[in-house]
C-alpha cells in the first residue's frame, strides 16, 4: 500500500480531526439529553461497553491483535485510566444542569493547564508569552465561573476540575506514549472505565441515596432502570462516538503535524453553541461570549507557540477525550 502524498497526508489528518471533534459534540450532547433519565454511572457503562466491543472487534485486528493488550505498565494504564473517569464524570455532572457552550469552554483551558504541567511535572520550558496565555485563560475561567456573583453556580467549577484531569492525563500519555500504543491506551481507558462504572452501579446503583429531587444529586444518585426503547439509540450513539472519536483523533495526529490538527479541534466550541441553541434552547450571555474568547484565544495562542518553538514534534495527545 503505498504512503499518501504530504498534501493528503495533511487532508485525511485535518478531516479525521473534524470528524473526531463532530463525535465527540455528538457525545455531550446526548449524554445531556439523557441526563433527565438515567444514572451518570449506568449511562457511562452501557457507553464504555459498547465502546470496548467495537475497539476489540472492529480495531484491534488491525492494529496487532491480542498482542497490542500486552503491556509492562498495566499500573500506569490504570491511572490513566482514572484521570479519564474522573474527568468524564465531572464533565458529565457539569453538563446536567449548565448550558453546553460554558461546560464545554471551561473544559478547554486544559491546553494552559498542560503548559503549566508540563513545566512543573517535566521539567519542559515555557516562555513568558506562554505564561501569559496561561493567565489570560485563566482570567477568562474566572469571568465565566463568576466567582461571588448572583449568579455563581458551584457546578461551574466540575469542567475545571474535569480539565486539571484531563491536563494530567496528557501528563501520563508522554510518559508512557514511546512504548504503548494508541490502541493498548485506547482500549485500557474503556476498560478502566466498565470497570469503574459498574462497581460505582453496585454501590449506588439501587438508588437508595437518590432522593426525590433533579440535577447533579439525582445524575449521579439515581436508580439504574432498563432504558427505554426509544433512548437505546441515543446510547448507542454515545457508544460509537466515543470509540471512533478515539480512533479518528488518533488518525489525526498519525498523519499530520499537531500544528495543523490541535486548532481544528475547538470547532467544539462552535458545535457546543449550536447544539446547545438546537436541542437545549440555551444561548451564551454576553459575559460567557467574553470568557470563551479569552479561553480558545489563550488556547490557540498556545498552540501557535508550541509549533514555532517545535515544528517537527507532534504532541503525545490522550487519544480519547471524552
Known sequence: MSTPEPHN????????ALIATF?????DAAIKFLSGGYALHQIVLIRSGIALLLLLLVLLPFTGGLSALKTQRLGMHMLRGFCVVFANMTFFLALSVLP????VAVFFVSPLLITAFSVLFLGEKAGPRRWGAVCVGMIGVLIMIRPGNAD????MLL???????????????RKIGGTE?????AIYIQLTFVLVSGAIGLALGHGAYAGDGDG???FLLRAWSFPATTDWPFLILIGVASAFGGFFISQAYRLTEASVIAPLEYAAMPMAILFGALFFDEWPDMAAWIGMTLIIGAGLFTVWR????SPRKRLARPRTRR
Not at 497526508?9 to 479525521?16: E, P
Not at 463525535?23 to 457525545?27: A, E, I, M, V
Not at 469542567?159 to 500519555?173: D, G, K
Request: proline share 2%; aromatic share 8%; glycine share 4%.
Open 9 to 16: 497526508r495533511t487532508a485525511l489528518g485535518a478531516s479525521s
Open 23 to 27: 463525535c465527540f459534540s455528538l457525545n
Open 100 to 103: 453546553l457552550a460554558n461546560t
Open 152 to 155: 455563581f453556580q458551584w457546578a
Open 159 to 173: 469542567p475545571l476540575l474535569s480539565a486539571v484531569a484531563y491536563a494530567a492525563l496528557h501528563i501520563l500519555t
Open 181 to 185: 500504543s494508541a490502541t493498548t491506551m
Open 216 to 218: 447533579m444529586g439525582a
Open 306 to 309: 508550541e509549533s514555532l518553538q
